[in-house]
């Protein structure tokens, strides 16, 4: 099977990061990089980034194992840190942690854990990948 063959879910997470950008700039909906989303320079470098990987995946088919991997892993990096932060400066605020009320409800929102679980997804899927193709077994 050809590298193209084989990376096909992970270049169409590529397709369709345009889908994504147009959701969430017109409709409010980001799952793509949620958790840049009060940071919207970075978040646009971010999506340009995202481009940018897509046509390297597009034109040099053999660079798909590194770049997904290397995309999908700083955007799962950066998601479980910011996912981590929130919590972390709630707990350290804390008093008595046994004795209060951990209000934690509105750090984490859907987005950011769909964009979590599509990171970790396509992270994992392109680990697996890159093991077959260096003749590795996970199993």
């Not at 096909?8 to 990061?17: A, K, Q």
């Not at 995946?57 to 990096?77: G, K, M, N, T, W």
């Amino acid at each position: 099977m050809s590298i193209g063959g084989r990376f096909f879910i992970p270049r169409l997470y590529y397709i369709i990061t345009p889908v994504f950008i147009l959701l969430d700039y017109f409709w409010g909906i980001n799952v793509r990089v949620a958790i840049l989303d009060s940071e919207p320079l970075y978040k646009g470098l971010y999506y340009g980034f995202c481009v940018l990987c897509g046509v390297f995946v597009f034109v040099i088919p053999q660079s798909a194992r590194v770049v997904i991997l290397f995309e999908s892993s700083i955007i799962f990096v950066m998601t479980v840190i910011g996912l981590f932060i929130p919590y972390a400066r709630a707990i350290a605020q804390m008093d008595d942690i046994l004795n209060s009320d951990i209000l934690t409800a509105g750090i984490v929102e859907p987005p950011h854990i769909v964009n979590l679980v599509l990171a970790a997804g396509v992270s994992l899927f392109t680990i697996k990948m890159n093991l077959r193709g260096f003749g590795m077994s996970d199993n």
